[in-house]
């Protein structure tokens, strides 16, 4: 399977427990995107790395939020101290570059703040 | 800013029938791309169609078609024949050149097509 992948799928955790999910782009990838979808809406863009740089994080991400794409490949997005209004989808998303190229979308990964 | 702004929140159209949805932006940015997704109950986001600021026609990828109709910043998505498994949410998305990282997403549309 050459998608992208995210794991876990789900996540349920207490408030104030630290979270880490991990998203594996498409290989010939070079852009990986994060963004959070909650009931309803339509997904909220966090933030999006070129090879191993982040190139932007959205207002949205707050300081317990952080994202690493150490090495250009995988990349983790943690979630310190959560909260229950962190209870969201999170999606990873991987493309060639910029303009026309669509981003893929992986399964998403759902947390559940209790 | 970018917006997206989809203002039917459920659709209805029978089985083979042709059913328009409906997207409208806004940027002040040339350069863009708009993008049109469907998310079934599975959750996955499955890419359907782009179309490019700059593209003279409009897109076409199988049953569906982008009316791109710039002066009026609209991108509806057209989904001729429709079929059983159309039944979906529908995101238009645009994304600016210049801002070439980020997709702003519409609240989407969901379609159920009857039998």
């Known amino acids: 399977d050459t998608g992208v992948s995210q794991n876990p799928r789900h996540k349920i955790t207490k408030r104030g427990q630290n979270v880490t999910f991990r998203c594996d782009p498409i290989s010939e990838h070079n852009r990986l995107y994060w963004y959070r979808q909650t009931l309803g809406q339509g997904p909220e863009f966090l933030t999006y790395f070129q090879n191993e740089a982040q190139l932007e994080k959205s207002r949205l991400l707050s300081d317990r939020f952080s994202a690493e794409r150490p090495k250009g490949s995988f990349s983790t997005l943690e979630i310190q101290r959560t909260e229950q209004g962190d209870s969201a989808m999170y999606l990873c998303a991987s493309s060639h570059g910029h303009g026309g190229n669509e981003q893929f979308f992986g399964p998403g990964t759902r947390l559940t703040v209790l | 800013a970018q917006k997206i702004t989809q203002t039917q929140p459920g659709m209805f159209v029978q089985e083979k029938e042709a059913v328009t949805l409906d997207c409208t932006y806004d940027?002040?940015?040339?350069?863009?791309?708009l993008f049109w997704y469907k998310q079934p109950s599975s959750g996955e986001m499955i890419f359907l169609i782009y179309?490019?600021?700059?593209?003279?026609q409009n897109a076409t990828e199988g049953r569906y078609s982008l009316n791109f109709q710039k002066a009026r910043k609209s991108a509806n998505l057209v989904i001729s024949a429709s079929q059983l498994g159309d039944s979906a949410m529908y995101f238009c998305a645009m994304r600016e050149d210049t801002n070439a990282g980020k997709s702003t997403f519409g609240d989407g549309t969901t379609l159920t097509v009857k039998p």
């Open positions: 940027t002040s940015d040339p350069s863009y791309g």
């Open positions: 179309q490019g600021s700059y593209d003279q």
